[in-house]
């Protein structure tokens, strides 16, 4: 009885270590390769020392003695504000106060990417954690020091802009294999619906404003033009006219310079000839009224030029007549 369980256990041991060995190197076999992906890292760990392997492709590695731990190193995000899978809004991250003491919700969408595989599984516990807790942060921080027409309307994307510095800053203070990539505003508005209709009308009155100073601009460079073209016109007009005044005024001093010369020859004949050419330009259009001395207008006589010859002709035969008898007597 002995000797047969004796030969069933050989017996048995004979096929079974084989069949052990087998799974075995079949075991090794499969665990002495590994695979990665594009857009993956692996962080390959020998007795609790890492390193990175960035090389897409077949890898091999020492069965049971060396670990093999799969990073993504794609662009991934998440949500501030919102639930990213249902739109619905997560007041408690959302609402926050400006500058102004007004509240807004505002919702962000934050992209990151994994820069350096052993810092980010090993760094941290939580490295998504911290980048949304750092983002939070920034996020009220610039939100708190902005006014709240800024966050709604035309300031967002110097917030944004400002936001995202905060958070790389603050990244590589912690240095957990994280970077930034981008952080955008998805919304803003008020958290009433009152008070969103009244930014709403804000904002309208905003494009009006702009639309009126657009107008009045439009109208100013076309109006400035013509205006300065009439200006240079009056200038012209003035300056010819200076010119014209000028050129009499000289013509004028250099006439009376000349009968001034004229006078201090022969005085008196000057001043007969000067008074004779002033009753022949102011005669032509006098008005000669003759009166019987009653009060009453006689007759109106109006002087032409031929009634004035013969006056001055009849007044120097008169004065030579005169100065004849003078002579004779």
Known sequence: MDLNINFDFKKVTKFILPAILIIFLVICAFNCTYQVKEQEQAVLLTFGNASTVSDSGLHFKIPFL?????????????????????????????????????????????????????KMLYASDDPIGI???????????????????????????????????????????????????????????????????????????????DTALNNAEKYKNEKIPAADAEADKILQEANATKESRINEATGQAARFEKLYKEYAKYPEVTKQRLFYEAMEAVLPSLRVIIDSGDGTTQNVLLLGQDEVNDLINGAESTTEAAAGNTEGN
């Not at 619905?88 to 007004?102: A, C, K, P, R």
């Open 66 to 118: 060396q670990r093999v731990k799969k990073v993504d190193t794609t662009i991934k995000g998440f949500a501030i504000g919102y639930d990213i899978d249902s739109g619905e809004s997560i007041e408690e991250e959302s609402l926050m106060i400006t500058n102004d003491y007004n509240f807004v919700n505002v919702d962000f969408f934050v992209e990151y990417q994994v820069t350096d595989p052993i």
């Open 131 to 209: 980048l949304k807790n750092i983002a939070q942060s920034c996020i009220r921080t610039e939100i708190g020091s902005s006014k709240v027409d800024d966050v709604l309307t035309t300031g967002k994307g110097q917030i944004q802009t400002d936001i995202k510095e905060m958070i790389i800053n603050q990244l590589e203070t912690f240095d957990i294999g994280i970077t930034l990539v981008n952080i955008t505003i998805q919304d803003a508005e008020p958290p009433t619906t009152e008070v969103m209709v009244a930014f709403k009308a804000v904002e309208t009155a905003k494009q009006g404003k």
